[in-house]
């Protein structure tokens, strides 16, 4: 895996190149985070004809910083009966897989901190840990709501997971590669975007994206209106805001899954690579809001059996049908 | 250094950043514990029970069935990444594979595993209910 020089090649000592990734990933996410938070809360409010945030910043932009200073000085309580170890480690569990994920991705050609073959693989694996993190904070907290919240959550992630990954399966079966980087350059190189010929593909991608990251319509989990605040109604402060980042973060890292197979990710005429990568990851993002905003919530089995009724089969025949042409070309 | 260990590293700090990002709050906020600041949150009235307690059965054979695909699936990367090369061959057993995973979806469904049943109890006992 020499091909082509990664961002981190460049530096000399291999720990700078590490620390400097950690800190560039986590720059990029928090400030993302900040952002996607205001503009979920500016989104919601031109779709309800309210104003949103006005107050901090201009547009109100820094009303999300300071909801971080404020949740930085609360009180971390820790419920009597929790179990202590599952606890106090979900957050966490929740939070790292995130910024190893985020690492994975080409922002532009040769700008990608891990350059990985398994790119892919890889990215659904760390999504994959979250749900752990996601049921150690519902059985840990001890509390009917976070534990009912978990297993809904749960449940569904691991159902949606399947269409998820079928559907990509059939852009790593055109593409030949599971390299994120080379699935971009090979739609650079070809003059279109995979979405041209796999139009079913990118909806179920989409679809289960947004089940994935517990959004509405699918955002079962939380349903605020009876569950609280589903796993992490136990948590408050800092905690909260781990989960908090990690949701954020998410809907992000699923966007730029999306960009990268189906939207050929930097690939673009005039503007710069990452002004093109971000551009469509955004316009994504704007996508899943709209959408949550605009959309009422399931029932729990409907959820299910759609998935599974559904979108895998429709998966699955995709995945086949992709295979056959593949043939015929 | 290759790719694997640097990710590995990238979770290492990761998962000391997020550690600093749980205690440093512990030094700045309030410590302020009254007689119920501590008990489980329950719609503001005393917690009753423990929430460690039997749990549907529906859910427990949503995860066998998505055990047996996921790992199904995994095997399909590396297949993908090779098919080009594979010939018409290779499109039969790539079908043939799908059609007997697809078995276990209809499996299922015939079992009646996507209707999902009301599990109310009888009204003198309020079991768990999902």
Redesign the interface.
């Known amino acids: ?1 020499s091909p082509p020089e990664t961002l ?1 090649d460049k530096l000399d000592s ?2 700078l ?3 400097l ?2 800190a560039a ?2 720059g990029m996410l928090t400030v993302n985070v900040l952002f996607l938070v205001w503009l979920e809360r500016k989104v919601s409010a031109w779709i309800q004809r309210r104003m949103g945030p006005t107050e901090v910043g201009p547009f109100g932009l820094f009303q999300t910083l300071a909801d971080m200073l404020k ?11 929790v179990d202590k170890p599952l606890y ?1 480690l979900a ?2 569990v929740v ?6 994920a985020a ?1 994975l991705f080409p922002f532009s050609a040769g700008l990608v901190l ?3 073959d ?1 790119g ?3 990215v659904f694996a760390f999504g994959g840990l979250a749900f752990v993190g996601i049921f150690m904070a519902g ?1 840990g ?8 919240g978990a ?2 959550s ?2 569904q992630n ?2 949606y ?2 269409p998820l ?2 559907a990509s ?1 059939s852009v ?2 055109m593409s ?3 390299n994120l980087a080379k699935i971009t350059a090979l739609q650079s190189e070809r003059g279109y975007w995979f979405i041209v010929l796999q139009p079913v593909a990118a909806v179920i991608y989409f679809i289960a994206a947004l089940a994935e990251t517990n959004r509405a319509p699918f955002d079962i989990p939380e349903a605020e209106s009876e569950l ?1 605040a589903g796993f992490h ?2 948590y408050s ?3 909260f ?2 989960f908090f980042f990690a949701e954020y973060s998410n809907v992000f890292i699923v966007s730029m899954v999306a960009t990268v197979l189906f939207l050929g990710g930097w690939s673009g005429p005039l503007l710069p690579g990452p002004v093109w990568f971000f551009l469509k990851v955004y316009a994504l993002v704007g996508l899943t809001m709209w959408v949550r905003w605009t959309f009422p919530r399931l029932r ?2 409907q959820l ?2 759609f998935c ?2 559904v979108l ?2 429709l998966a ?1 025949l995709n ?2 049908i992709t ?2 042409v ?2 015929l070309v | 250094m290759n790719g694997y260990a640097q990710l590995a590293c990238y979770l290492v700090l990761g998962l000391v950043l997020g550690g600093v990002i749980v205690v440093l709050p512990q030094l700045l906020s309030p410590r302020s514990i009254g007689r119920t600041t501590e008990n489980t949150y329950e719609c503001g009235i005393d917690t009753v029970g423990s929430a460690w307690m039997r749990f549907s059965i529906t859910y427990y054979v949503f995860a066998l069935i998505f055990v047996a695909f996921e790992v199904d699936i995994l095997y399909l990367f590396p297949v993908a990444v090779a098919y080009e090369p594979s010939g018409w061959r290779g499109l039969a057993e790539i079908a043939a594979f799908l059609v007997i995973l697809s078995l276990a979806i209809l499996y299922a469904w015939r079992k009646g595993v996507f209707v999902w049943k009301s599990h109310r109890a009888p009204q003198s006992s309020s079991g768990p209910n999902a």
Request: proline share 6%; hydrophobic share 60%.
């Open positions: 895996m981190v291999p720990w190149g590490v620390v990734g950690v990933v986590l949740l930085l000085s609360k009180q971390l309580i820790t419920p009597r009966h106090h957050p966490l939070f790292v897989p995130v910024v190893a690492s891990q350059d990985l398994i892919l693989v890889l059985w907290s001890n509390n009917k709501y976070a534990l009912l297993m809904r749960v449940a691991i159902s997971e399947i990954i079928l399966l790593v079966l030949g590669t599971m609280v109604t136990e402060g800092m905690r805001a781990l729990f089995d299910m059996s599974w009724v895998t089969p699955i995945l086949l295979a056959f593949a043939r």
